[in-house]
Every structure is written in structure tokens, then in C-alpha cells.
């Protein structure tokens, strides 16, 4: 079961990808935004985000946004 809800707030994002370095980081040992399990798709000043099936929720990236784009709560659940 997934430890937190992650709320996103596409309008914060910038574009930095520190989401997805630090996800790759996580699961992998290495700084490769494409093997990470959320892709944010930079579009002009626009972003999206989005989350691969392969995610678990544990919240390392909303840990590691400084624009308030990924933000966690645990879920309701879990206690």
C-alpha cells in the first residue's frame, strides 16, 4: 500500500526536474530523470506531471520540490 497521497499543483511547476532526479536517485543510484517514475513534460511555460504505473507513492519527490508543484499527506488509512 502506498504511504502518501501526492497533490499536484501543475501551475508551481517550473521545470527544474529535481522531482524526478531525486525518484531516479531513489531507485536507482543514478541522476537519470528518464528511468524515474514521474515525467514532467516542460511545454513553452507550461508543465504537466505525471506518474508511471511503476509508482509507489513514497513522496521523494514532493520532498525534494521547492515550488510547491508535489506536496504529500498520508494517507488517511495509514496511520
Not at 515525467?39 to 513514497?58: P, Y
Amino acid at each position: 500500500m502506498s504511504k502518501y497521497d501526492i497533490q499536484v499543483a501543475e501551475e508551481n511547476c517550473t521545470g527544474c526536474l529535481r522531482c524526478q532526479l531525486a525518484c531516479s536517485d531513489l531507485y536507482t543510484k543514478a541522476f537519470n530523470p528518464s528511468e524515474a517514475m514521474i515525467r514532467v513534460v516542460v511545454s513553452g511555460a507550461d508543465c504537466s506531471i505525471h506518474f508511471t504505473e511503476e509508482c509507489n507513492e513514497c513522496g521523494v519527490c514532493a520532498d525534494n520540490c521547492f515550488f510547491a508543484a508535489l506536496e504529500k499527506s498520508k494517507k488517511e488509512n495509514d496511520q
